[in-house]
């Protein structure tokens, strides 16, 4: 939804670029003419820089006023990021949206190629994995073969009020709401998650951004690396976790 970059986490900034977190920001849905209408964007960012406080953003708003995002939009903003890979020397994309069910992977899906043509330009998707708490599929681009699909876990101990009312969450706990399938390929802290001054926002659309951030680390930390090699760093050493 864009990304409020006068806020202090990304600096202050009154435009980005320059010495702002956020290197770039564009409209690829009609041009709402705010930095984010919603905060969810802003919130996902911050969580991206909690995680790799040395990178920086590029804020592709592909959602409409209204809401929703075409899918058209999508891939325009998925193309731009490939197209300018090696100008901001990008390491990883953050998609916290989707949508259906899915259960098995989807290679046909409309969104597999160009995840697959971000992934063969060395750029890795971390996608949200969707929060209606299915156990055997999750949404489109998640399924997508060349994603790096990401569910939730709690980050706290207490009571969980959200899409699904007053649940125990207890830290490396599946969220009630997370998405989670055979072929998922990782979970991370989706509820509560505070970023950016935004507080408390739960769903796999927190979950992703600290993939996306931790990716990035790795390939700064580990550049000769294959991304397959960086996926198995990510889902080789965390906690195992049954849903």
């Known amino acids: 939804t864009g990304v409020d970059y006068s806020r202090a986490a990304f600096g202050g900034c009154a435009a980005p670029g ?8 564009a409209d690829f849905a009609p041009n709402d003419n ?13 969580i991206v820089l909690g995680v790799a406080p040395d990178a920086r ?13 075409s899918s058209n939009d999508i891939i325009e903003a998925i193309n731009w990021v490939i197209a300018n890979r090696a100008a901001y020397t990008i390491a990883a994309m953050n998609l916290s949206l989707g949508g259906g069910r899915f259960n ?6 409309l969104f597999a190629t160009p995840i697959a043509n971000a992934r063969a330009a060395g750029i ?8 209606n708490g299915y156990k055997d599929s999750m949404g489109s681009p998640a399924c ?37 399938a055979s072929f998922l390929t990782l979970l991370a802290p989706g509820a509560l998650i505070t970023a950016a001054g935004i ?26 690396e294959s991304l ?8 080789g050493t965390g906690v195992p976790i049954t849903d």
Do not use: M, W
């Not at 890795?124 to 929060?131: V, W």
């Open 18 to 25: 320059g010495a702002c977190k956020v290197a770039y920001a």
């Open 34 to 46: 705010q930095r984010d209408d919603n905060g969810h964007g802003t919130n996902v960012a911050g």
């Open 57 to 69: 953003i590029l804020a592709l708003d592909v959602f409409q006023t209204t809401g929703g995002a």
């Open 104 to 109: 098995t992977p989807c290679p046909s899906d």
């Open 124 to 131: 890795l998707a971390a996608i949200a994995s969707g929060n």
């Open 144 to 180: 997508v073969p060349a994603a790096v699909s990401v569910g939730a876990v709690y980050d706290y101990s207490g009571i969980y009020q959200g899409s699904c009312t007053d649940v125990a969450a207890q830290p490396d706990k599946v969220t009630c709401f997370s998405n989670s």
């Open 199 to 224: 507080e408390n926002y739960g769903g796999t659309s927190q979950a992703a951004p600290h993939v996306a951030g931790a990716i990035a680390v790795l390939r700064a930390a580990y550049p000769t």
């Open 228 to 235: 397959d090699a960086t996926v198995s760093r990510l889902t």
